[in-house]
């Protein structure tokens, strides 16, 4: 099997390990994380009505690193969060290990005011 197939089936269990834990609620929805070589996403999620509430992305940012692009988006998210009133989330890393771009976008999330 090549490197990037079992890089990808590894992910899908790690996140499924992850999702089997971690539930969205509408007082506490839940933050999801998905990044890929070139792009990072976030969107916070209601998963008792199946419905997105915020999302974020760099697909917009074309100049700077993964890791600016990250810190933008975790900022992103936030203020968006905070506007509908979310200041409770649970952070689903989407089975991508928590270091690198996952923990930046985190950190400034939560230096913007999400609670995790």
Known sequence: MKTSQTKKIKRNRRHARVRAKVFGTETRPRLAVFKSNRYI????INDEKGKTLVAASSLKDKKGTMREKAENVGKKIAAHALQKKIKKVVFDRGGFLYAGNIKV???SARSEGLSF
């Open 41 to 44: 996403y976030a969107q916070i």
């Open 105 to 107: 976008l985190a950190e």
